[in-house]
């Protein structure tokens, strides 16, 4: 077994809608080591929520086996199955939505303490729901443990959520669009205080965006995996992502982000796309599902063949793409219609 | 770079599509609803207590002094109604006469087909009830976006809290009240003359005297239902434009320098009453049904106040037969909310439509 | 510079809350020229909607208007727009003022194809000639990359949150307004579609010439689409200069603090650093500066005295007593490209 943490393989979901099944996520294989840095990175309906969704448990995948510490999950019971769901959280995107409004921030942390025997009495659940504030830096404490969520502001609210999350000890924590909400004054310092959580306690943190400035920032040390319609289409370590990506979409992905220096940003090379539609989950186009917007289209290769991730043809890198004529080591030429 | 709209193609065989024709399947699931109420029904009203040779047997004795032989002879002789013969045997004949189009005789009014009975009744509930609810839904609706338009001035908190006192009052209520103020109290109806629902000197027919008459007859019921429904209406109509006043898209039709007028009408009014157009298409079933009570309450003869005298002479077959009329009328309806829902609102019309 | 299209003069908005006044913005006083890209920078809560909604008098009704004036210039004609009638404002929005907000997903009326709405808008402002509006709608439709006549004929449930926002874009510069502010134009799109909208409204704004006012949290949008920033901080414009000025040399610490806190793509591991504290209470604000109790320069003057807006350098305004010190540290904001 190896040394991951978390590892998805085959994960296959599909939601029914009416008599039409939505294929969400497809053959994700995907292996999280303890105390990685790990972002799922990808525009909306690209699969990175509904991935995070079951890797914490709120979500039964289609197929596939889902390994926790080796063990598969599925063949998780009782004592052992509710082990695995505490050592993995989730804290979601809005701060407003998910937390209770007529809930103190003490009873929002009181609640997961009681409710799985961590503390015995009001005393012990105050002194650790105190505990929990500090480590997300909202202190002191006593000016906030006993205000209602809208008491306080985005900021300090994404960090109760992050306390509460907190609460069972969990190994592992996603974060979805955790800071995509938060004034932007702000993000770093809580990225920092997620970022140092791995440190001080162990934690290993998914981070799920579509920021790839974030993602960059975050997972500068880690890796990151680029999703595109339910699939994942390259992934690597962050700065070889970054720096120098690979696949087309991840290409056109960098060229299209605006960046906050006005001079490169302006002189920035822009990939064209051959077409803006995003293809429906429910149409999925035939072999690689980007290749009727793909610049370096390859007929007859890419509309017939479904890639596969694989490491770039001659490269001894760790980089992986799903990407036919690049695994294949043919060279990219703009497809001329 | 020019994006297209191309939606799925329709690649279903002609019997998938069939089976999957939304309309279709609607009316089938509909049919099956109406069947299962109709047996329902059946059994359930004969599982009240006493029957109709009973009933007239009980009333012959009281009235007439007959020993309870003379008068079982006599009743069983009038009825075409055989009270020993089996219920299972009872529902499967009314099934095969149901299959024919044929409600049946009624039993205590021997010879009179059940739907002449119902056809003599139907036209004036229809036309009482049915003017009720289309008086309550318009104003209803038109007061509902007065309060949202004015919500938290005056003009919001008096029709919101009307609205909210009178929809908490059962019609029933309102019946009595009606009889006693502009009846005993007011005296502005002769309540006492006023049986039916028309005046007998006036001869039915296209004719002044008799449409005035009709209208005589049926304001109080009207008044009444609509008193009792309209707080619904504003309530939901309230509720509805207070929520569509909110929608980004309005304050957009604002921005872009729109009338006043054909911002509250296409813009915020279309929207707002499409919910309660469906809540209209549901009221409809119910018109038939009437209301039992207010029709009792002023003796106005329609079809619930036949319900309830069938009910009272246990006549088994004229009350499966209003029962019947109602249930269709309801499922129906709903049917028709839906598909009218569909027809309203662009966002829910059924793919494979265009 | 070219002549000014719009100009604002100490505009001052309070909102009436039962604890108080709500202080919204406060002396905001801008020129916008003919043509010109101006950005508002600010975080939520800084004002920069508000004093935007008031130009086309859609404040909240607990909203009011405590001084200032708003020149308006078309065809020489000067008037203020606080003294519009009712019926001048109705007519002046959209034709010669269009504001599209944040969130098109939800700008059409979901009963009305698009034809019927742009023919609305037009109609409203006395263009009668149905045939003329409906070849103006296709042109611009075109212009937005959109299929023009299938648009027209669509519902807008029909059209992706991409084509939505393209179509609003259309529908504002139908009556060739002078003016078109844009509330966060891009927030919530993808990214690739997001890249689109950009190319879009470049292109339009120089094929018709009008001035953009552009309201963002979003400083790297800032840097690629507006020829010059103002940064607004707790109800108050606290920076205005060209792109050039704010980007690389910044006068005021939370323009700084603001660019020190945004990763960017193309650097290697960014140094990053969060403004301390949160934003201010607007009803009950800190003295002299508001920003002091988060400035790392603050001394104890920013606490008594509030710093005037002044030029520092042609074109350059800023609100601090302490530039230099923001002089020298913005010295490091670069160093690493």
Redo the contacts between chains.
């Keep these: 077994m190896s040394d991951a943490i978390i590892e998805f393989k085959q994960i296959y979901k599909s939601f029914k809608k009416g008599r039409t099944s939505i294929p969400v996520l497809q053959d994700i294989n995907l292996a999280v080591k303890k105390l990685e840095y790990l972002c799922l990175v990808g525009?909306?309906g690209c699969g990175k929520t509904t991935s995070g969704k079951i890797l914490v448990g709120l979500l039964k995948p289609s197929s596939g086996q889902i390994f926790f510490e080796g063990q598969d999950v599925s063949t998780l019971r009782g004592s052992e199955y509710t082990r695995y769901r505490r050592a993995v959280q989730i804290i979601h995107q809005d701060p407003y939505a998910s937390l209770n409004p007529t809930h103190t921030i003490y009873d929002i942390l009181s609640f997961p303490l009681f409710r799985h025997k961590l503390v015995k009495n009001r005393a012990q659940a105050r002194e650790r729901a105190g505990q929990l504030l500090e480590t997300v830096g909202l202190t002191p404490v006593r000016d906030v443990i006993d205000k209602y969520p809208h008491q306080l502001?985005?900021?300090?609210r994404q960090r109760v959520s992050i306390a509460r999350a907190l609460t069972t000890n969990p190994k592992v924590i996603v974060a979805d669009e955790s800071v995509s909400m938060v004034?932007?004054?702000?993000?770093?310092?809580?990225l920092?205080m997620m970022m140092n959580m791995r440190e001080s306690l162990g934690v290993t943190m998914i981070f799920i965006t579509?920021d790839?400035?974030?993602a960059?920032?975050f997972a500068?040390q880690g890796r990151i995996a680029v999703m595109y319609l339910g699939r994942i289409v390259e992934i690597g370590p962050t700065?070889d992502i970054?720096h120098f990506p690979q696949h087309p979409y991840t290409k056109?992905?960098?060229s299209?982000?605006?960046?906050?220096?006005?001079d490169?940003?302006?002189t920035k090379d822009?990939i064209r796309?051959r077409s803006?539609?995003?293809p429906r989950l429910t149409e999925l186009p035939p072999g690689c599902s980007f290749h009727p917007r793909c610049p370096w289209f390859v007929p007859g290769l890419c509309d017939k063949q479904l890639p596969q991730l694989a490491p770039v043809a001659d490269s001894k890198g760790p980089v992986q793409v799903a990407c036919l004529p690049m695994t294949q080591g043919k060279p990219l030429i703009p497809y001329e219609s | 770079?020019?994006?297209?709209?191309s939606g799925p193609v329709d690649t279903r065989p002609w019997w998938q599509k069939l089976v999957q024709n939304y309309t279709l399947r609607t009316f089938v699931q509909s049919l099956f609803t109406v069947w299962a109420v109709i047996t329902f029904v059946f059994f359930l009203i004969r599982l009240m207590p006493g029957n109709p040779v009973e009933i007239y047997v009980n009333y012959l004795m009281n009235t007439e002094n007959l020993t309870y032989q003379d008068a079982y002879n006599r009743a069983a002789s009038q009825f075409k109604f055989d009270p020993d013969a089996s219920v299972v045997q009872q529902y499967f004949v009314y099934l095969g006469q149901l299959l024919r189009g044929d409600m049946g005789e009624s039993i205590t009014s021997t010879g009179t087909k059940v739907s002449s009975q119902i056809l003599r009744y139907l036209p004036w509930t229809v036309f009482c009830v049915g003017s009720a609810l289309l008086i309550s839904f318009l104003l209803g609706m038109l007061l509902g976006m007065l309060a949202a338009y004015f919500r938290n001035t005056w003009v919001d908190n008096v029709i919101s809290f009307l609205a909210s006192i009178v929809s908490a009052v059962p019609d029933y209520i309102w019946a009595i009240l009606i009889l006693i103020i502009f009846g005993v109290q007011l005296k502005w109806f002769n309540v006492g003359d006023m049986r039916g629902t028309y005046d007998p000197a006036t001869p039915p027919g296209f004719n002044l005297p008799f449409i005035l008459s009709a209208l005589q007859h049926a304001i109080l019921p009207i008044t009444t239902y609509v008193l009792g429904s309209i707080g619904r209406w504003v309530l939901a109509m309230r509720g509805s434009t207070t929520s569509t006043l909110g929608?980004?898209?309005v304050?957009?039709?604002?921005?872009?320098?729109?009338?006043q007028n054909?911002i509250m009408t296409?813009?915020v009014g279309?929207?707002a009453a499409?919910p309660l157009f469906t809540l209209l298409a549901i009221s409809i079933g119910f018109v038939l049904g009437g209301s039992v009570i207010v029709e009792e309450a002023f003796v106005y003869k329609g079809l619930g106040s036949f319900l309830f005298w069938s009910i009272s002479q246990r006549d088994y077959t004229s009350m499966q037969g209003v029962l019947l009329i109602i249930t269709i009328a309801v499922v129906f309806s709903n049917m028709l909310a839906d598909l009218l829902y569909s027809r309203?609102?662009?966002?829910v019309r059924v793919t494979g439509d265009k | 510079m070219s002549e000014v299209v719009l100009s604002v003069q100490d505009v001052s908005i309070v909102y009436r809350v039962s604890r108080g006044q709500v202080k919204a913005s406060q002396h905001i006083s801008f020129d916008l020229h003919k043509g010109e890209s101006l950005a508002l920078i600010g975080?939520?809560g800084s004002g920069k909607t508000t004093v935007s909604l008031s130009f086309?008098d859609?404040l909240p009704s607990a909203a009011k208007i405590t001084g200032g004036k708003v020149l308006y210039t078309r065809d020489g004609k000067t008037e203020n727009i606080f003294e519009f009638s009712e019926a001048r404002m109705?007519?002046?929005?959209?034709?010669d003022c269009?504001?599209v907000?944040q969130?098109a997903?939800?700008?059409?009326?979901?009963?009305?194809k698009i034809k019927e709405q742009f023919l609305?808008?037009a109609r409203?402002?006395g263009w009668r000639d149905k045939g003329k509006v409906i070849k103006r709608t296709l042109e611009l439709l075109r212009l937005v990359?959109?299929?023009p006549e299938?648009?027209l004929e669509?519902?807008p449930?029909?059209?992706?949150g991409?084509?939505k926002q393209r179509t609003l874009l259309a529908?504002g510069v139908l009556l060739d307004p002078q003016v078109v502010i844009l509330d966060e134009p891009t927030t919530a799109l993808?990214?690739?579609?997001?890249?689109?909208i950009?190319?879009v409204l470049k292109e339009m704004q120089s094929r018709l010439g009008f001035s953009i006012i552009f309201i963002s949290?979003?400083?790297?949008?800032?840097?690629?689409m507006a020829d010059r920033v103002a940064t607004m901080y707790a109800g108050e414009m606290v920076e205005l200069g060209s792109?050039?000025h704010i980007?690389?040399e910044p006068l005021h610490p939370y323009s700084l603090?603001?660019?020190q806190?945004?990763?960017?793509?193309?650097q290697?591991?960014?140094e990053?650093?969060?403004?301390?504290g949160?934003?201010p209470d607007l009803i009950d604000p800190p003295s002299g500066c508001k920003f002091h109790p988060r400035c790392p320069f603050a001394q104890e003057l920013c606490n008594q005295e509030e710093p005037v807006f002044k030029e520092h350098e042609p074109g350059h305004f800023a609100a601090c007593h302490f530039t230099e010190n923001v002089i020298e540290a913005r010295a490091n904001l670069w160093k690493k490209d």
């Design positions: 525009e909306s502001s985005g900021g300090q004034d932007v004054s702000i993000r770093i310092s809580i920092n579509h790839l400035a974030l960059k920032y500068w700065p970054t056109s992905l960098l299209a982000i605006p960046e906050p220096d006005p490169r940003t302006r822009q796309l803006e539609d995003i | 770079m020019i994006q297209s709209l929608e980004d898209y304050n957009i039709a604002r921005a872009r320098g729109l009338k054909r296409a813009y279309r929207n499409l309203l609102d662009p966002r | 975080e939520s086309i859609m109705r007519d002046f929005r959209w034709h269009a504001m907000f969130g997903q939800n700008a059409f009326n979901p009963v009305l609305d808008t409203a402002h990359r959109l299929d299938r648009t669509s519902f449930h029909e059209l992706s991409g084509m529908l993808d990214i690739l579609t997001q890249r689109a950009i190319e949290h979003d400083l790297a949008l800032a840097a690629e792109t050039q980007f690389y603090g603001l660019l806190s945004v990763p960017r793509l193309s290697d591991k960014d990053l650093s969060s403004i301390k949160n934003p």
